[in-house]
């Protein structure tokens, strides 16, 4: 597609360009630029091996000793365009992969022996590389013996509870070869994508091992990519309205977007599979076999253009329907709200639930997180809450320039962040308007997934004393901005003819919170820290490879006098308190024990009485915790009278929002901060007293 519009180049002088290209970019613009010499290549080296085989599955010794040949060579090579060890990876990876497909179709193809009492490690970072073939072949027999015994325990419990008289009783022996089938599609089904992986896919995960080593937030994108995620930050697209996937040769439609142009026609439904595409009236391309972005890639189109899909329904029967583009939504990525009885009578708290940072720089009216967030605080001082609950956690992130109005949403005006390039003085972002949206008790919700936006504004409302910050011990610490760099536009002059290159996001700056410290690699503690399944686990960005350290720089001057939280320790101990006598935070707090215990746990028998008994101690453990989150804490929770009327008429969003409202009347999270809103406002009241 794509091609279409630039001449046909030499690939290997295309790939020259874009390795050379893609180092001059991180040299010029990149916060912490590296030396480009044999440590680096060394690093280089190890993140790529990690990439292709992490898992140590396909690679003997032999092969890795003619890799090693390379490993002080990448810096040179990068720097000069050369792609030799790249290409020896890809035909060492190719004959792996049929060798070890090899393997796996002639061991599946034999039946396993349960009892034979052995084990495997399914950590590749807890085994060594195996010394030859045999050796490989023999880690393949016990990795696919526990793959087929995991499916046989499984079949062979369902037949045992089978309450159907008419159900086929099938013996030990049918059960496990009906195992090694499924396993065998499996694996077929995964080596068929990867076989048809095409140079540029694979040259891309040799980029980005590249990119990987400035810091794990630089990444290469292929044209593709970048407009895939462009998708995924804005929250819309041009298309059809319909997500796709990849089943053996055929694309199928995964589920057809709610208001979108595939939707509002009727006609394409879910599982419906895809044969051919066309664009208007040319002649359409049958796409089976096709890898599944190339498929996107001809269904997707601007606005207003049609795109002819010959499709096969569940019944069998084939049709061609004209589906005319249009602008896709992805609501499920808006903000949205919800009232909450507190804990008096007529104390009503708002909720808002913002799952990203979004904003759609593309289109004039296009959505961006600020301005739904200043709609929904509208609609919420509106409705007289009496407090409001921001609920940040899973939030990646997403937009500097939201981040920096909505955090000034509850301030008058002052500082929210610093920033700081390499051999920059800080830059300070502010928020300059003195309209304050909401002055009333504010909690932030947090959890270890918080990252990036979520965290300037988790730290300003912090450091500002506007809010109280509840969640898990720690945000995720990203505490670095990218930006892109469209290597079209960089590329040298004598090269233009090799477009298109892609695009590199990579890191350009640090964020600093305004008391000087950094939000990178820490992230920001809470407040007031509550438990979850990860409690005791080490997660976030000080477990990604490459990461950028902490540092600080100074502070900067702030003050607000909107509300100031002068009871804060009495409020963490009331919280406390209610943790230490709640019955579900006890049992969360032991759970998460559980997850410690769990977290390094990867040897595993492949004999069926060890691998029985193993299953039943962790079934056992599991089902202490598996009502936690079933009973309803929050038994008020109401959508806003003014949100009503956009579930009328469509059943699938008013079942998605019947869940929204479902799960918030579950979460103790949700109700612990409502409790210390209420803390808040009861100690507010107390002093007023006094």
């Known amino acids: 597609m794509l091609a279409a519009f630039w001449p046909q180049t030499d690939p290997s002088q295309k790939e020259m360009v874009l390795m050379q290209t893609v180092l001059r970019g991180l040299e010029r613009y990149h916060y912490s630029p590296q030396t480009i010499d044999d440590d680096f290549s060394q690093k280089v080296f190890d ?38 060890f790249f290409n020896l990876s890809q035909e060492l990876l190719d004959a792996g992969l049929k060798k070890t497909q090899g393997f796996y179709r002639e061991i599946l193809a034999q039946p396993f022996d349960f009892n034979a009492k ?29 793959e087929a015994l995991t499916r046989y325990v499984e079949a062979t419990q369902e037949q045992e509870k089978s309450t ?18 499924k396993v065998l599609e499996m694996f077929d089904r995964w080596y068929d994508r990867l076989f048809k992986l095409k140079r540029d896919e694979r040259l891309s995960q040799y980029i980005n091992a590249v990119t990987g080593i400035y810091d794990p937030h630089t990444n290469y994108f292929k044209p593709i990519d970048k407009e895939n995620f462009d998708i995924r930050f804005s929250g819309r697209l041009e298309g059809i309205g319909a997500r796709l996937m990849t089943e053996g040769d055929y694309t199928k439609v995964s589920e057809v977007v709610v208001g979108g142009p595939a939707w509002k026609g009727k006609e394409l439904e879910e599982n419906d599979v895809l044969l051919k595409v066309a664009q208007g009236d040319e002649e359409p391309v049958d796409i089976k076999g096709m890898l599944i972005d190339d498929v996107v890639q001809l269904v997707r189109g601007p606005k207003g253009t049609e795109v002819r899909l010959t499709i096969k329904k569940g019944d069998g029967t084939v049709k061609v329907i004209s589906i005319i583009r249009d602008v896709v939504i992805f609501d499920e990525r808006f903000a949205k709200s919800l009232i909450l009885d507190g804990a008096n009578d007529g104390e009503r708290i708002g909720y808002i639930s913002l799952p990203s940072f979004y904003a759609d720089f593309e289109n004039q009216d296009g959505r961006n997180c600020a301005e739904d967030v200043a709609a929904e605080l509208e609609k919420l001082k509106t409705a007289g809450v009496d407090g409001i609950i921001l609920d940040l956690r899973n939030n990646g992130g997403g937009s500097l320039r939201d981040v920096v109005k909505m955090s000034g949403y509850f301030i008058e005006r002052g500082p929210i962040v610093q920033v700081k390039g390499r051999n920059q003085d800080a830059e300070v972002l502010s928020d300059t308007d003195p309209r304050v949206q909401y002055d009333g008790p504010v909690v932030v919700l947090v959890n270890n997934y918080s990252a990036s936006a979520s965290e300037i504004l988790a730290a300003a409302l912090q450091d500002y004393g506007r809010a109280v910050i509840v969640g ?11 930006r892109f760099i469209d290597l079209d536009r960089v590329v040298s002059p004598a090269f233009t003819d090799v477009r298109p290159l892609g695009e590199v996001k990579l890191t350009t700056q640090k964020f600093y919170r305004i008391n000087g410290g950094s939000t990178q690699l820490r992230g920001v503690t809470p407040d007031i820290v509550l438990p979850d399944s990860y409690h005791y686990i080490t997660s976030g960005e000080k477990e990604e490879n490459h990461a950028l350290s902490w540092t600080e720089i100074k502070p900067v001057s702030y003050n607000q006098s909107v509300l100031r939280l002068d009871h804060l320790t009495e409020v963490k101990r009331r919280s406390q308190e209610r943790q230490h006598n709640s019955a579900i935070f006890q049992q969360i707090d032991a759970n998460a024990r559980r997850f410690e215990r769990q977290n390094d746990f990867s040897k595993y028998p492949v004999a069926l009485n060890e691998y029985k008994a193993l ?26 009278p003014a949100d009503l009327a956009a579930f009328e008429g469509d059943e699938s969003k008013k079942a998605r929002n019947k869940d929204f409202v479902d799960t918030t009347g579950k979460d103790v999270y949700i109700r612990e901060a409502m409790m210390i809103i209420h803390d808040i406002i009861d100690l507010e009241r107390l002093a007023s007293r006094n």
Do not use: C, H
Not at 48 to 72: C, M, P, S, V, W
Not at 118 to 146: H, I, T
Not at 164 to 181: G, H, I, S, Y
Not at 617 to 637: R, S, W
């Open 615 to 640: 299953q039943a101690g962790i079934e056992a453990e599991a089902k202490q915790f598996e009502n936690m989150f079933d009973a309803v804490v929050n038994p008020g929770v109401y959508n806003l």
């Open 118 to 146: 052995e084990e495997v490690e399914l950590d590749g970072e807890k085994r060594q590389w195996a010394a030859n073939d045999a050796e490989l072949r023999d880690y393949w027999r016990r990795y696919l013996k526990y």
């Open 47 to 84: 993140l790529y091996l990690q990439n292709i085989d992490g898992a140590k599955r396909l690679f003997t010794k032999a092969e890795i000793d003619r890799l090693n040949a390379y490993r002080n060579k990448l810096d040179d090579q990068a720097l000069a365009g050369d792609f030799t």
């Open 472 to 482: 898990s011990n720690s945000t995720f610490g990203k505490g670095t901005v990218q």
């Open 164 to 181: 159907d008289a008419n159900a086929e009783k099938k013996t030990p022996e049918q059960l496990e070869n009906d195992a090694r089938t």
